[in-house]
């Protein structure tokens, strides 16, 4: 039997990451953050000393990715973050970790019955044949606000001005790359999150998947 696959795409600091964490806790399915990928090819970079926009560099860090060098903190942050949107423009950075992420949806760990899969992507070039797409958006003030409480609770210091100037760049480069840009799948479902707190977000989603998968 195929799995059934879920896939949550979204710009950055939308909540989509959070809303696919829950949703796949809730249906009982395996859980896949694609950008953690990219942010792992961009940091390798960054500690080889190099340059996350050089296509060999980057290339030969998606070739030979190990996932378990990273830590969750070292993939969170702003300046991996900026990597990953850079190593993921590249296109065969993501020919390079298109079948890993293709066999984690069809062939989910520890025999669960489905995937999350959250990104830029997933329901437009990963899977097109996901039984549930949501593209997640929210307007880049809400997003911004969103981004500084993040890192105010890490503990970071926050200069707004530089926040908002990073998630205007990650946007721009991640809508206007000439491969697999972010944008909604035609059969996706556009949820808005710009007035709508994690839970309520959630709620919706959840009644979505479930009548998806009916
Ligand atoms: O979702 P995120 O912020 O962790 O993603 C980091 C970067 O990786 C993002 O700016 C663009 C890239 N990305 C991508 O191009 N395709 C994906 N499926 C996921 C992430």
């Not at 999150?193 to 998947?209: M, R």
């Amino acid at each position: 039997m195929s799995s059934v696959i879920v896939a949550i795409d979204g710009s950055a600091a939308s909540g989509k990451g959070t809303l696919a964490k829950r949703l796949a806790a809730h249906f009982n399915y395996a859980y896949l953050d694609s950008g953690s990928l990219y942010r792992a090819i961009g940091v390798a970079v960054l500690r080889q000393g190099g340059d996350p926009s050089n296509e060999s560099q980057a290339v030969a860090a998606a070739r030979t990715l190990d996932i378990s060098q990273f830590t969750p903190e070292d993939l969170r942050t702003e300046a991996a973050g900026v990597a990953a949107s850079q190593v993921a423009a590249i296109p065969a950075v993501r020919a390079a970790i298109l079948q890993f992420q293709r066999d984690f949806a069809h062939k989910p760990p520890q025999g669960k019955k489905g995937v999350v899969i959250d990104g830029r992507d997933i329901g437009t070039v990963v899977c097109p044949d996901a039984q549930a797409k949501i593209f997640v958006s929210a307007s880049l003030e809400v997003r911004v606000q969103r981004r500084i409480k993040e890192l105010r609770a890490k503990g970071e210091v926050v200069i707004e001005a530089r926040v908002r100037a990073d998630l205007e760049a990650r946007d721009a480069r991640d809508s206007s790359r000439s491969v697999a840009p972010m944008k909604p799948a035609e059969d996706a479902w556009q949820l808005d999150t710009s007035t709508l707190n994690a839970d309520e977000v959630f709620d919706l989603a959840k009644k979505f998947v479930a009548g998806k998968i009916a």
